[in-house]
């Protein structure tokens, strides 16, 4: 039964290993690339050093292994279904004569990378370490920063074919109950096949929300400090095997305004730090739409100090239009790229500068002032680590470029108006309002999130207002 379960014969990497010991013949089922030889052999000499008369008076599975296997991960299962799980997990299954339970023995060896800084999340200061692709690996991270019995590492198994384990990471005594529960209510009725996209397909299968709402609902970080301090604060972490992420939840817009870097500097350093990255924030969203209301209002402009903000060349194409085609052209480098060996990155850039920048202005198409506000754009939008929330303030701000160039502004002032009801009728996975503690208000909360406060006075003030996490 076990051998036509897991298709012996059929896959390579689906082994069995057949060996007698004191005239009773034992079963091996393991997959090639899982289980070390040398530890496959570790097993097979104890059972072989053990004395002929146990296999005489041993009446159980249990009793076989307490007496006879010395590996530390042993477990005794009887349901095929598990079992042929555990195999295909990568986890060995030893069957004997007269013996109703199996003996799962957890030899395995994932192949792995090192567990270097994230790119996208580095720091000047501090830990430089990061997730990888191995759960285990990443929860020892995690246990690492906090090692507290409180800490529960929650394994599940999501997909009916891929049966991918994902974790639910939570601090017991901290984690609000009703976030919890309707989490871990999601995954238990997740029915899907498989995970192929790890997180972002875990995202999508247990959170139904609109298309058009670019507003992440889910924090992704591969830094364990980050998600560390997420969990101390009261949130849910999910880790999913395969993917060097963690998604925080629930998470609403405030929570990406914040940066590791602000909590490894001084406290003025760490809010000077969070100031800018405010402002940068505002002017990536707000300065083409106001460079193309100032154009079309140039009443406005009286002072001849701030004269060089209007164009002094004419120009053929719209200027929101000049925007939208940039933006879209900075996209597609962008994937070019991603998509280029190292050993071109640099003739990329050179070429993207050139025709983007003297070619593009010479030949009419753009003015300066349109390549150096998105040359602006561009950049600033690396000050933010999160990609999805990147976009939304792309698409944010091309709404109000089209309908800032359609209407001017009472355009800008619709397009304002419909990105603010968008935050305000968004909720966050659990239910919760996207933009709190702004709305409702919550004063205390509001201040430890938009400024960076003494790690003490934070922690008690949580302690005192735990609805503000």
């Not at 570790?42 to 008076?57: E, F, G, L, W």
Request: hydrophobic share 45%; charged share 20%; aromatic share 10%.
């Amino acid at each position: 039964m076990f051998r036509e379960a897991l298709k012996v014969g059929k896959s390579f990497d689906v082994l069995e290993r057949i060996f007698t010991v004191h005239d009773t013949t034992f079963y091996l089922y393991f997959l090639d690339g899982f289980a070390k030889d040398t530890n496959l052999e570790y097993v097979r000499r104890d059972m072989s050093n053990a004395d002929a008369s146990i296999y005489k008076q041993v009446t159980s599975a249990k009793e076989l292994a307490e007496k006879t296997i010395s590996s530390i991960e042993v477990s005794i299962d009887n349901d095929m279904d598990n079992l042929v799980t555990a195999v295909l997990s990568g986890q060995t299954v030893l069957l004997g004569p007269n013996l109703s339970d199996a003996i799962i023995i957890d030899l395995r060896t994932y192949p792995n990378r090192s567990t270097e800084e994230p790119d996208k999340e580095k720091v000047l200061r501090g830990s430089h370490d990061g997730f990888i692709e191995t759960l285990v690996c990443n929860t020892a991270l995690i246990r690492r920063r906090i090692r507290d019995p409180h800490l529960i590492f929650d394994m599940n198994s999501i997909g009916s074919v891929s049966k991918t384990d994902v974790v639910i990471a939570y601090m017991d005594d901290r984690v609000d109950k009703n976030s919890l529960f309707k989490i871990k209510e999601a995954l238990k009725k997740l029915d899907i096949s498989a995970l192929t996209m790890g997180d972002q397909s875990l995202v999508e299968s247990i959170h139904s929300y609109s298309s058009f709402n670019p507003f992440p609902k889910a924090r992704y970080t591969e830094r364990p400090d980050v998600t560390a301090a997420h969990i101390m604060e009261g949130k849910v972490a999910i880790l999913v095997d395969n993917t060097p992420t963690a998604l925080i939840l629930p998470t609403n817009i405030f929570d990406f305004m914040q940066s590791v870097d602000d909590y490894y500097m001084p406290v003025i350093t760490g809010n000077y730090l969070r100031m800018i990255r405010y402002l940068v924030f505002i002017t990536n969203l707000l300065i083409s739409p106001l460079f193309v209301l100032i154009t079309d209002n140039p009443q406005w402009v009286t002072g001849r100090a701030i004269q060089f903000l209007l164009p002094d060349q004419p120009y053929a194409i719209p200027i929101f239009l000049q925007f939208i085609i940039l933006e879209i052209a900075l996209d597609g480098l962008n994937l070019a790229a991603l998509n280029t060996p190292s050993t071109l990155g640099t003739s990329l850039s050179i070429i993207g500068g050139l025709i983007l920048s003297d070619f593009a202005i010479d030949t009419g198409w753009f003015i300066p002032h349109t390549i150096l506000y998105m040359a602006v754009i561009a950049l600033s939008s690396f000050t933010q680590t999160s990609i999805e929330l990147t976009y939304a303030f792309k698409f944010s701000r091309l709404l109000l470029l089209i309908l800032t160039g359609l209407w001017a502004t009472p355009g800008f002032i619709i397009a304002l108006v419909i990105i603010f009801v968008i935050m305000f009728r968004t909720k966050t996975f659990t239910g919760q309002p996207y933009l709190y503690p702004l709305i409702p208000f919550n004063g205390p909360a509001l201040w430890h999130l938009l400024f960076r406060t003494r790690i003490s006075t934070k922690q008690h003030v949580g302690k005192k207002n735990p609805d503000a996490q």
